[in-house]
């Protein structure tokens, strides 16, 4: 596809919001029971090229800069938050990690299928019986032939209803130390051995189908492998950089509706004679919802500026962490505003404003998606010390 112009970006950014706002929020009601998006999700999400924008060119994409893409995001985000954790993930890990880290031969067997969702994938690093890193208890042993078995489990996985084949991390050689322990694997869902196992409904974002993964004496051929013995935390923790910042843009989108519906509501609701939007304390409110969400964006768009520069660039880890971070305190301040302002009417499941009580709910799903706080907290300390406290910005 050739290079949108900057009238025909606008235009599919609007395109975006009104998908998120209206359809896409018609069919959640079903999905809050069933946890489990229809077909006509997945056919809108192909419709609209939500798993074809974010793409490089050479793979059927439109090779977006960063920065258009991060604006997508934000845009999507807006709508229902399984939806959201979807198309998030859809954007970035489900065809990064095989792009960066496989070998010629896979990635010509598989890249161009993902613009369509001919395939789709998850990512399997998080296990209940341990933490991430050297903590990992799935192990993949070499047989006589130089093939891998696999045994072990995974634990609050996504996507797992909708996928092809899942990244794996897993542990290759346990006589190493740290994270040269760990390799990482591009697994068919449909190799002998391999299975779900159920999980709880969630709290929010719905329909994103969290389940277990089990490997029981699972045969992989090497093929599968993606970069080299040793590689898999590195390749986690790269592909989780990038991602996120997504999350970042993932909860600005969310942020900035929260504010908008927060607005409507004060300027609606009237007490004593007067709209609350008047009052002193609920002008505060709006105030610190506005100045988190612009910082945020602000701190998004630095993200976008520094990946198109390089995207290996050193800040890169560390600005991403903040992001995800910050955004994470925004989302608290704005959710929480939020629910103040509507007061007892913002409890309920319908309003004419928007939906309230489920943004509330979907947006705590992002405290805990790819890497807690404390996560974002190690990887912004490790730099912050690496680079003695100085962080640099594009032009």
């Not at 709508?79 to 990690?97: C, S, V």
């Not at 994938?121 to 209940?128: S, Y």
Request: overall charge negative.
């Amino acid at each position: 596809m050739s290079e949108l112009t900057e009238e025909e970006f606008q235009a599919y950014l609007k395109q975006i919001r009104e998908l998120a706002e209206g359809p896409l929020e018609e069919m959640q009601p079903e999905i809050e029971v069933t946890n489990k998006f229809p077909q006509e999700f997945y056919d809108l999400a192909i419709k609209n090229d939500l798993y074809r924008f974010a793409l490089p060119e050479e793979y059927g994409g439109w090779g977006l800069n960063e920065q258009q893409i991060l604006q997508v995001q934000e845009e999507f985000s807006r709508g229902p938050g399984g939806m959201r954790m979807h198309l998030h993930y859809a954007a970035d890990l489900n065809w990064r990690i095989l792009d960066d880290y496989g070998s010629d031969e896979l990635k010509a067997q598989y890249m161009d299928k993902f613009q369509d969702k001919t395939i789709f994938t998850c990512f399997a690093l998080t296990e209940q019986t341990g933490g991430t890193g050297a903590d990992i208890h799935t192990t993949a042993v070499k047989d006589e032939n130089g093939d891998y078995i696999m045994n072990g489990e995974k634990w609050l996985i996504s996507h797992t209803d909708c996928c092809e084949f899942a990244y794996v991390i897993a542990v290759t050689d346990p006589e190493k130390q740290g994270d040269e322990r760990l390799s990482a694997f591009f697994v068919p869902v449909d190799t002998p051995g391999y299975e779900t196992t159920p999980m709880p409904h969630m709290m929010g974002a719905r329909g994103a189908a969290h389940t277990g993964l089990k490997f029981t004496n699972m045969k992989l051929d090497k093929k599968y492998l993606l970069g080299k013995e040793g590689m898999g935390m590195e390749i986690a923790i790269h592909s989780l950089s990038v991602s996120r910042a997504h999350i970042a843009a993932s909860n600005l989108g969310m942020c900035q509706r929260m504010l908008e519906m927060s607005l409507a509501r004060a300027n609606d609701r009237v007490t004593f004679g007067k709209p609350i939007a008047s009052r002193q304390m609920i002008k505060r409110e709006l105030a610190e919802m506005q100045t988190y969400t612009h910082a945020l964006r602000c701190m998004v768009r630095d993200f976008g500026k520094e990946y198109d520069a390089d995207p290996n660039g050193k800040y890169i880890e560390e600005k991403a962490a903040m992001c995800k971070l910050f955004s994470i305190y925004s989302t608290r301040i704005v959710s929480d505003g939020m629910l103040e302002i509507f007061g007892g009417d913002g409890y309920f499941e319908d309003s004419p404003y928007g939906p309230v009580e489920r943004l509330y709910r979907d947006a705590r799903a992002m405290w805990l998606e790819e890497g807690a706080p404390n996560v974002q907290r190690i990887t912004i300390a490790r730099n912050c010390q690496k680079f003695g406290g100085v962080v640099e910005y594009q032009d």
